[in-house]
């Protein structure tokens, strides 16, 4: 195992976003996105160790718009169709736990970085 110097934050959606991406396309009854279907695609974001709630909250309210603007892109490419993007939509939309530690348990793989690319998060296998 491996202490990596970093804090994360684990970003689950809230009803609200569930809602909101159930309006995108009409669908009824048991097509519909559940919370419970959503909340398996949460995603981990990687931050500076934070070892404090202020630098936390200095930490979300100045990374936020990221944040948000990345969850809804992994729904709807279309911007003009997201909500208002600021701090009460994140909070109305997300839930944020944050983890003080993060440790690598792959003792085999070394850790690599890339630059994230939207198309990461599209569907490729489309024909």
């Known amino acids: ?19 909101w991406i159930n309006s995108l396309e009409a669908t ?3 097509d519909d996105l559940t919370l419970e279907d959503a909340e398996r695609e949460s995603t981990i ?7 404090t709630e202020d630098a936390l909250r200095a930490c979300l309210h100045e ?27 994140f909070e109305f939309f997300l839930r944020v736990e944050h983890s003080y530690l993060c440790v690598d348990l792959d003792e085999e793989a070394a850790l690599e970085q890339s630059d994230f690319e939207d198309d990461l998060l599209l569907d490729t296998d489309e024909v």
């Open 63 to 89: 990374r936020f718009a990221d944040i948000l603007e990345n969850e809804l892109s992994a729904w709807e490419e279309n911007s003009r169709h997201w909500p208002d993007i600021n701090e009460v939509t």
């Open 1 to 19: 195992m491996k202490l990596v110097n970093r804090s994360a934050l684990s970003v689950r959606p809230k009803q609200a976003f569930v809602d």
């Open 28 to 30: 009824e009854g048991e």
């Open 45 to 51: 974001y990687l931050i500076p160790e934070m070892d």
